[in-house]
């Protein structure tokens, strides 16, 4: 069995990403028809039951080429937390990276998540400012970020535990925010951005419908694994 697993937060089953999925070289588990919510206990009882060296999560929209996911989990062995990254929506530049040297005041805690959009279209969250397309090549080729995005992020099986998946007060989903302002506020490890892993992120594109709670909550449940 390999040493590695993705799991996958499936409630769109698009064939472009089940395809690039099926190609990757690790096992995988598709949690397909549950909420951020629903997922929480599940995804953390199977970290715990399982005995994995290297645990991965994405999204339903994400994509990410055999050769980059190599990639993430070679510099795994190196760095606590791992993560490729992509555009926010793809029909602007705004990345996924957000740039560490514009975060403040994460004393708070983590009650809610607010997102917003500017009259420059750009999405503004609570951390901090986010990289364009642009910038990214001038930056290093490994990129201390303030968030993942769940863009194929990696850790092991002991980080996961210290950093179990948890949702957001309100809405009760954002796990991917409240995951990185949990780890920005401890400081004790760097989330870290492969630059060569760029990833495809579906998001906003035309051909893709929006899925609302309730058919969501509507849709069968089921958790499917190659293990």
């Known amino acids: ?3 590695t697993v993705l799991m996958v937060m499936s409630i769109r089953d698009f064939k ?3 395809d690039s999925n099926n190609s990757l070289d690790c096992e995988k588990i598709i949690f397909r028809g549950y909420t951020e919510y629903e997922l929480s206990p599940l995804i953390n009882n199977f970290i715990k039951e ?3 060296k290297y645990y991965f999560l994405t999204s339903d929209d994400c994509i990410m080429s055999k050769q980059n996911f190599d990639l993430l989990k070679f510099n795994l062995q190196f760095f606590p937390i791992i993560s490729g990254w992509g555009v926010v929506r793809q029909d602007i530049n705004q990345t996924t990276i957000s740039n ?3 975060i403040t005041n994460l004393s708070r805690g983590i009650p809610q998540v607010s997102w917003g959009v ?3 279209n750009k999405i503004s969250g609570p951390i901090g400012s986010y990289y364009e397309t642009y910038e990214i090549n001038k930056l ?8 993942t995005g769940w863009f194929f992020t990696g850790m092991s099986k002991k980080l996961w535990e210290e950093y179990p998946f948890q949702v957001c007060e309100y809405p009760s989903a954002s796990s991917d925010m409240n995951f990185s302002l949990r780890v920005l506020k401890d400081g004790k490890y760097d989330q870290t951005i492969v630059k060569k892993a760029r990833g495809i992120h579906l998001s906003n594109l035309n051909h893709i419908k929006v899925v609302h709670i ?3 909550q509507a849709r069968k449940k089921e958790i499917i694994k190659t293990f």
């Open 16 to 18: 472009s990403v089940v």
């Open 1 to 3: 069995m390999n040493d």
């Open 140 to 147: 290093p080729n490994f990129i201390k970020t303030g968030f």
């Open 118 to 120: 500017s009259n420059s």
């Open 214 to 216: 309730h058919e969501i």
């Open 100 to 102: 560490v040297d514009t």
């Open 50 to 52: 399982s005995n994995f």
